[in-house]
């Protein structure tokens, strides 16, 4: 990873430090005129407007931040993290009937923007970073628009969006301190990320893995780790079988341009676990953070249903990394999602009535015979039309959780196939 510019750390030690402490409900004044991006704006007019590291300040809990911004200007702001300021006072004021009161939330903290209609979303990102120390480059938005589902792209105008007063921005990112550790960890562990690569493990290789003495050593704390830390949301009923679920990409495609929770929450999830319900204790293990993962699935309203209820839910904390051995001999580092935790904890539960459901082959690494791979969940605003898998997943469920009385005879590799040869639809 590149070390960063003196550009960079300059604009990077403007932000607030993490040692700052946020308020629950915090509210910035963005008096300002913004200017729509310019593409014909000349350099002399780029380099008049364009912020120097004196510029940049840290948030306090009342600033006026005053702009103009060209699209260079702003192109430089993302892409820095810089807060954009300008010296000149008469660009101030935006008449207050035009003002919008964006009401945002991030990490379980609530923050108050009031700014002009003309803002770009660019520039509510700037004001955010100065008071999450998210930069804006990290940050996604999710707002509703009108017409809904419009892409929020850094240079578009909040009144071309037909963002509303009052609207709700929920902001999802990282402070840069956490991600440079999250990179530093990949390049020193060799461990690489989700989208990588992906294979199918194989039972004799998993016998082998388990056999291992480190991985035992993992299984123990982190099976004490797991047995410490998870909490019952809702109580247990007798007799139903275990289905762990996958979020991102298995119910929510994570990295969707819509601003919309319902496109972003794949098609029939209610209905699916709805029917799930019936038959299985619900599962819900996420390779995310629990503040991350709280927040989608509060927005997603998988933990509030009425018709289901989720029995736990567990984090990334609960994974730890093995080294498993590829077709063509090379090894690889990755998490791993080991069932074994849940069934320590839980011995209801083992591998003759548990289901794992993951995009990703390789969370079943430790427990192959249990895991069942659904196809990733992507690009929602295109697919979210046509997708299925959910309504497919469905049948072949109930016709295990009522016909199959021990689920290590299956292998769920073929699901699809063996839902097609005349497995019930019902």
């Not at 008096?31 to 007019?45: C, F, G, K, R």
């Not at 009522?402 to 689920?407: E, L």
């Not at 292998?411 to 196939?417: G, I, L, M, T, V």
């Amino acid at each position: 990873m590149s070390a960063p510019t003196p550009h960079e750390q300059a604009a990077a030690a403007a932000l607030p430090s993490d040692s700052n402490s946020h308020s629950h409900s915090q509210t910035v004044a963005a008096a300002s005129t913004l200017t729509a991006p310019n593409h014909a704006a000349s350099p002399s007019q780029s380099s008049s407007t364009s912020p120097s590291p004196s510029h940049l300040h840290p948030s306090t809990s009342t600033p006026t931040i005053t702009s103009v911004v060209t699209d260079e200007v702003l192109k430089s702001a993302v892409l820095t993290g810089q807060h954009l300021h300008s010296d000149s006072s008469s660009q101030a004021a935006a008449e207050e009937s035009s003002n919008l009161t964006l009401n945002c939330k991030w990490n379980a903290k609530s923050y108050e923007l009031v700014c002009p209609a003309t803002v770009t979303v660019g520039y509510v990102k700037t004001q955010l970073a100065l008071l999450t120390n998210v930069r804006p480059h990290h940050q996604k938005l999710i707002m509703k628009t009108s017409p809904p589902n419009q892409r929020l792209l850094d240079d578009r105008l909040l009144s071309d969006l037909g963002v509303k007063t009052n609207a709700k921005v929920m902001m999802i990112g990282n402070v840069e301190k956490d991600l440079i550790i999250d990179d530093a960890d990949k390049l020193s562990s060799g461990l690489v990320d989700d989208l990588d690569y992906d294979y199918r493990p194989v039972v004799s290789v998993a016998d082998s893995l388990l056999a291992d003495p480190a991985i035992r050593a993992k299984m123990d704390k982190y099976g004490a780790r797991l047995a410490e830390s998870v909490t019952l949301i809702n109580p247990l009923r007798p007799g139903k079988a275990l289905l762990v679920l996958d979020l991102d990409y298995t119910l929510f495609d994570m990295h969707g341009v819509s601003s919309d929770w319902n496109v972003l929450r794949r098609p029939y999830t209610h209905q699916f676990l709805t029917a799930a319900y019936q038959h299985f204790e619900l599962v819900l293990w996420s390779q995310t953070s629990w503040r991350w993962l709280e927040l989608k699935l509060t927005e997603l309203g998988i933990l509030t249903h009425p018709s289901y209820c989720i029995a736990f839910v567990l984090d990334k904390t609960c994974m730890f990394r093995i080294t498993s051995t590829q077709s063509d001999g090379s090894e690889r580092k990755h998490h791993v999602k080991c069932l074994d935790l849940i069934w320590r904890k839980f011995p209801q539960w083992n591998a003759s009535n548990t289901i794992h459901v993951d995009d990703l082959g390789r969370n079943f690494a430790l427990n192959p015979q249990s895991g069942l791979k659904i196809k990733a969940y992507k690009d929602s605003s295109s697919t979210s039309a046509t997708d299925r898998e959910l309504v497919y997943l469905e049948r072949y469920l109930v016709h295990v959780a009522t016909h199959v009385k021990d689920f290590r005879t299956l292998d769920h590799a073929s699901w699809q196939q063996k839902l097609m040869d005349g497995a019930p639809t019902q």
